[in-house]
């Protein structure tokens, strides 16, 4: 267990102000800061922070907490981990834990960002010491990378070996699943053993806002006939809708200037930083999206793109525009000399005439595309000039205030001359499509969830699969089927059945106290706990043997919950590398149990109370907003506090003796 003093230095060291300001771009105002929510949509700032109290708290929604919620909330994480996030940020050190709470998903994500740290340090030693990585370093000097930004980028090179890295890693005791979870290596199509998925190739380590490695990008150095670049692929810490490559060196800079440069590529914005030009960002060749723009609109509210002038960046640049200005961005647009781009230009001419060029030829998004369409004689053909117009009232139409489309409507009107009316009667109409287009989204959606709702529901509702498949020739004889893989039981519901069964009254007291059989979700558990309360009522027996002697399933459920080949702590202790004695407090891991147990609940309550409210109306919807609210609430109460906090102590004397002694299964191999 983590001291309280220990929270209280984290909760000291960390700059609230600082941590929200990675997701909210902040406003001085007195001894507030006030930004837009993260947590609902508004157009008017009603989020405070107050650093004096290290707390924030939303006028709009509600919502309000300290350093350590606001982490919880915007990563997705409990409560120890936005802990020891904050402790590695701000240089605090922190105890190793031993957590009996059957946190797996908690540690896989540690284990994930470890796995990816390691090999962001093993694909830089690479570079700077092997000699296999002499066209890596060779590549780097021609495009006049020095060794601070190599360094502060943290590039890398992956070596030709076939499974270096997962060799390497694995000696150095680093858990496979790591690997495997963090898109490093992969199983070999033989079936013999697995490989790295970056091989041969300059490494380009991507970094979340707070600084963390969360993926890597790799680039071919030769003339294969492959992908010039390979990124990692989705996982539990890396979605690429969600990331800009540079934003967590830029997001400072971009907040002095109010203003950030969008390029396409990772050189393109390493050079620009070596060259001190630092508010800089991509968008890693990946299509822009609104969870991106969201994140720059954090920092700055003006945007300059730049794009490449081939047909694929001008779309591109077109599908970016209409999405900073639905998120309320001032869009601007700078296209470079022919043949250029931002990497190669400023290695070429330097940061001043870069800065010469920004300041004299970028320009509003709607002068852009109307002098472009102008420079290659669109508007000179009456019907290309009404498609460039029609392009030009869609951006419009994005913006999300009324006052803005009619400026740039006048706007448009003095680069066409066609008439402010005509051009709102045509604007009106993109509006309308727009939002019958919305609405069908949402419909669709809505019909999405519940589909995977009502899927959900009936695999859990589903029988025991008996049906026969004829042939035509032989119609009386089955056909076989290969048996379906059992679904897993969660671990902490399997653990509180065992506890119950080997210490008996007591325990069963406790835990009956604590929980009820609506917080199950396996059928068969649910259906035993409900047998052993009963039993525990009627004063009948409950124990291992009483239980092996019943009829199906209680044998085979006996089997499985207490026979185990593996124990929950054992696999435990091969996932984070931390052991304790099986039961050495049988009441502690009984609170770790029910606290999972709770949580996952309130998972499922808060999906189905999200389908009701998608079907209530009325004074029913109010209620369910409500309920929803409630069960967040609940979840975040346990998801932050201590076992002891949650559930009392034992009472009788037997429960405390219980407690202090060593319960521990011997394996196969012990005995």
Not at 297 to 304: A, D, N, Q
Request: some cysteine.
């Amino acid at each position: 267990m983590i001291p309280d003093e220990k929270k209280e230095e984290v909760r000291e060291a960390a700059d609230i102000v600082e941590v929200v300001g990675d997701y909210v771009k902040l406003k001085r105002s007195g001894r507030s800061w006030k930004g837009l929510c993260p947590f609902h949509d508004e157009k008017t700032p009603s989020f405070h922070v107050t650093p004096d109290l290290g707390i924030y708290k939303c006028f709009g929604c509600g919502e309000s907490g300290d350093v350590f919620n606001f982490v919880m909330d915007m990563e997705g994480v409990g409560f120890v981990e936005a802990m020891r996030s904050l402790a590695d940020r701000y240089g605090v050190s922190l105890p190793k834990e031993e957590d009996p709470e059957f946190d797996e998903e908690h540690h896989l994500r540690e284990g994930i960002y470890h796995a990816l740290r390691y090999a962001g340090v093993f694909f830089h030693r690479h570079l700077m010491e092997s000699d296999a990585a002499e066209d890596a370093r060779q590549y780097l000097v021609n495009r006049g990378y020095n060794h601070k930004i190599i360094k502060k980028y943290g590039l890398g090179y992956a070596p030709n070996d076939g499974d270096k890295l997962y060799r390497m890693a694995i000696d150095s005791g680093l858990n496979e699943q790591y690997l495997l979870e963090a898109g490093l290596a992969k199983p070999s199509q033989r079936g013999d053993g697995f490989y790295d998925t970056f091989r041969g190739r300059l490494m380009f380590p991507i970094f979340n806002p707070s600084g963390k490695v969360i993926a890597f990008a790799g680039r071919v150095l030769g003339n294969e006939k492959t992908a010039k670049y390979i990124n990692s692929p989705q996982t539990k810490v890396y979605n690429k809708s969600e990331v800009l490559y540079g934003v967590n060196f830029a997001k400072n800079e971009i907040r002095k200037t109010d203003e950030v440069i969008l390029v396409e590529g990772y050189t393109d914005v390493i050079s620009l930083q070596q060259n001190d030009i630092l508010n800089v960002a991509a968008s890693s060749g990946t299509s822009l999206t609104p969870q991106q723009m969201k994140i720059l609109h954090r920092y700055g509210e003006v945007i300059t793109m730049i794009y490449d002038s081939d047909s694929a960046g001008q779309a591109a640049m077109k599908r970016g525009i209409n999405i900073a200005l639905e998120e309320g961005m001032d869009v601007k647009l700078l296209e470079l000399p022919e043949g250029e781009d931002p990497d190669s230009f400023i290695r070429q001419f330097g940061k001043e005439s870069f800065l010469d060029l920004k300041k004299e030829e970028s320009e509003d998004f709607l002068s852009y595309l109307i002098h472009k369409a102008q420079r290659e004689g669109k508007l000179d053909d009456p019907s290309q000039k009404k498609r460039v117009i029609s392009e030009a009232l869609e951006s419009i139409a994005h913006m999300p205030d009324k006052v803005s489309r009619e400026t740039y409507v006048q706007h448009l009107n003095g680069l066409v001359k066609v008439g402010d009316r005509a051009l709102f009667e045509e604007l009106g109409k993109i509006l309308q499509d727009l939002q019958q287009q919305k609405d069908r989204a949402k419909r669709r959606q809505k019909r999405q969830a519940e589909r995977e709702a009502k899927q959900q529901q009936q695999q859990m509702q589903a029988p025991d699969h008996h049906t026969r498949a004829f042939d035509d020739q032989m119609r009386n004889q089955p056909v076989k089927r290969e048996p379906e893989p059992p679904k897993k039981r969660p671990n902490y519901e399997k653990e509180l059945i065992r506890l119950m069964l080997i210490y008996g009254r007591d325990m069963i007291d406790y835990i009956g106290s604590l929980c009820n059989e609506q917080q199950f979700e396996d059928k068969e558990l649910r259906s035993f706990y409900e047998d052993i309360i009963d039993r525990f009522k009627e004063e009948e027996p409950v124990n291992v043997e009483a239980y092996a002697d019943r009829e199906h399933p209680y044998p085979k459920l006996v089997g499985e919950i207490v026979l185990e080949e593996h124990t929950v702590s054992e696999r435990h202790h091969e996932k984070i590398g931390i052991q304790y004695k099986r039961d050495k407090n049988p009441y502690l891991t009984a609170k770790g149990a029910l606290k999972a147990l709770k949580i996952h609940h309130l998972d499922r309550l808060q999906v189905d109370l999200y389908e009701r409210y998608n079907k209530a109306e009325g004074d029913e919807r109010r209620e369910v907003m409500k309920a929803m609210k409630e069960a967040g609430r609940q979840r975040t109460m346990l998801q932050q506090s201590h076992l002891d906090e949650l559930f009392p102590d034992p009472d009788s004397e037997h429960a405390k003796e219980v407690s202090e002694k060593v319960f521990q299964y011997k394996m196969k191999h012990e005995k």
